[in-house]
């Protein structure tokens, strides 16, 4: 299936952990993000690569790395775990870097911190 | 910035009614218009764009047309069913500037009742 798939889809994790999320998309996209949804369904773009360039690097804290091994992966790696990183997070790509025909989305990743 | 500007949900309808969703948004280029759904626990996923100016995006039963006078895009059904409840994102893509995000409005959420 031709897809953007991350993995895992749901994440429980004690507080100052860290994991990862990893992200792949096999529709010869050049271009990839993460975005963060909040509980009440605001989305919240966080990082975007353009053939493993760094494009975009929100206001984000630096405990969030993200690594683009190739153009079809975006993994999102997250250091020391807090609270507030509840959240669903959603890797998404794009045919150009301006997404002028459309995201294509991963299905999530629930991060519970406890 | 760009930006978008969604009804505040949450929207419920009952079974067969119509449904309006509005959108306006401000851009300073010639943005394309989407619209995306999230059904819950799922990702987002594209239910209709429009690229210029008088475009009718249509799928499954919705459409919205790209008014520029107006600045809006807004979504339309005429026999909503109980299995489009969903949230709704209205989104543009700010075709002019390198660099510039893919820009989301809040989301309204929708129920329909049987």
């Known amino acids: 299936d031709t897809a953007v798939s991350q993995t895992p889809k749901y994440l429980v994790t004690q507080m100052g952990n860290d994991k990862s999320i990893k992200c792949e998309q096999n529709?010869?996209?050049?271009?990839m993000y993460w975005y963060k949804q909040d509980s009440k369904k605001f989305l919240k773009i966080m990082f975007s690569y353009n053939n493993k360039e760094l494009i975009i690097n929100e206001t984000v804290p630096n405990r969030f790395s993200p690594k683009s091994p190739d153009k079809a992966h975006l993994n999102l790696h997250i250091n020391s775990l807090e609270l507030g990183d509840s959240a669903v997070y959603f890797c998404a790509s794009t045919l150009d870097y301006q997404g002028t025909y459309g995201y294509t989305f991963g299905s999530g990743t629930r991060l519970t911190v406890v | 910035g760009d930006s978008v500007t969604q009804m505040e949900g949450p929207v419920t309808l009952s079974e067969e009614a119509f449904l309006t969703i509005n959108c306006t948004y401000t851009a300073t280029g010639y943005p394309s218009l989407f619209w995306y759904v999230q059904y819950p626990g799922e990702g987002l996923q594209l239910l209709l764009k429009?690229?210029?100016?008088?475009d009718k995006g249509s799928n499954k039963g919705f459409e919205a047309t790209y008014r520029k006078e107006t600045t809006s895009f807004h979504l339309e059904k005429g026999s909503v069913q109980v299995s489009d409840s969903a949230v709704y994102f209205c989104?543009?893509?700010?075709?002019?500037?390198?660099?510039?995000?893919?820009?989301f409005g809040p989301g309204t959420r929708l129920s329909v009742l049987p």
């Open positions: 529709l010869g996209h050049d271009t």
């Open positions: 429009a690229t210029k100016a008088d």
């Open positions: 989104a543009l893509s700010p075709r002019d500037n390198y660099g510039q995000n893919f820009v």
